[in-house]
């Protein structure tokens, strides 16, 4: 994936997040809980651009933050 386009991505996930009044710690341990080890350190990462994000994880994001495909890749 594009660097510039995975950074976008992270944006759009930390505005969404944070829309929901979610800290990184509460994200993650969701994820945690769906069987997705991620670390708040690591979705720290992915919402600067500096991680790379799988397309289960986008899934995973998608379906926590309870918005649409569309919502969270409009980059």
């Known amino acids: ?3 510039s386009y995975e950074k976008r991505l992270g ?3 930390r505005r969404l997040r944070k829309n929901q ?5 509460e994200l993650s ?8 080890d991620m670390t708040r350190s690591a979705l720290a990462k992915i919402e ?3 991680r790379h994000i799988y397309a289960e994880e986008i899934k995973l994001i ?8 569309g ?3 409009d980059v």
């Open 62 to 69: 998608k379906e926590i933050l309870n918005i649409s495909f």
């Open 71 to 73: 919502e969270l890749l």
């Open 29 to 36: 341990a969701k994820l945690q809980l769906r069987g997705c």
């Open 21 to 25: 009044s979610m800290t990184q710690e």
């Open 11 to 13: 944006e759009n996930i």
């Open 1 to 3: 994936m594009n660097s």
């Open 48 to 50: 600067v651009g500096q």
